[in-house]
């Protein structure tokens, strides 16, 4: 299971002009071919009157599905532009499609290239990058004379507190990033002179923004 990866923050869209043609970039997560599929879809039938509806995406953790479609610009000039844009980004598990109506004044190949690259780069910026970070969430259960210390120091520290159930003791939920598990384990064991129970309850990704 991959730990850390960057991706897009929510589906967003932005618009260029160049030469008179309006390029709209189309940016939005997809963790499936399918998903990516389905939303390249949707694009093209939202702007079924557009000169070109191209498209690209990267799924799974080793970008194991990859695919560009010029649809219809010339080869290369489109899709392999937006993929590429995609993975100087470092970017994982998104699509994008770059809606294309046509202005009337060729750009030739290389204007094409910049024109796709540039779109790409705007829907990105206004979908925002995010970096997904795999957490494991901490379980630790200790007596009543423990809570106010044990939740003094974790508020304090780097580790995230997502709850405290008040039971026949406490339980405190704590997302600690998934290389620092044996570090908090260890520092907990510290604090509470061995007297908590600590367990890993689950797995999950937090979302940090980073544009």
């Known amino acids: 299971m991959r730990e850390n990866y960057k991706t897009v923050g929510e589906f967003a869209d932005a618009e260029i002009v ?17 998903e990516a599929l389905d939303f390249i879809a949707s694009i093209k039938s939202i702007h079924r009157s557009a ?4 498209s690209a995406y990267l799924i799974g953790e080793h970008d194991s599905v990859q695919k560009a479609n010029d649809d219809g610009e010339p080869s290369g000039t489109a899709g392999i ?17 770059i809606t294309r109506y046509y202005g009337g004044i060729k750009l030739g190949g290389g204007g094409l290239i910049r024109a796709y690259g540039k779109a790409t780069t705007a829907a990105l910026d206004a979908a925002g990058i995010v970096e997904r970070k795999l957490h494991h969430l901490m379980k630790i259960s200790v007596d009543y004379t423990w809570l106010g210390k044990v939740e003094n120091e974790v508020r304090q520290s780097e580790y995230l507190l997502k709850e405290i159930q008040y039971t026949e ?39 940090f923004k980073i544009s």
């Open 18 to 34: 160049i030469q008179k043609s309006r390029f709209i970039g189309h940016a939005a997560r997809a963790e499936t071919e399918k």
């Open 51 to 54: 000169t070109h509806n191209c």
């Open 81 to 97: 532009p937006i993929l590429e844009v995609l993975k100087k980004q470092g970017l994982k598990d998104v699509v994008v499609v």
């Open 169 to 207: 003791g406490v339980d405190l939920y704590v997302h600690v990033p998934a290389e620092n598990e044996e570090n908090f384990i260890e520092w907990m064991k510290e604090i509470t002179n061995g007297q908590g129970e600590i367990s890993c309850f689950e797995k999950e990704f937090l979302e």
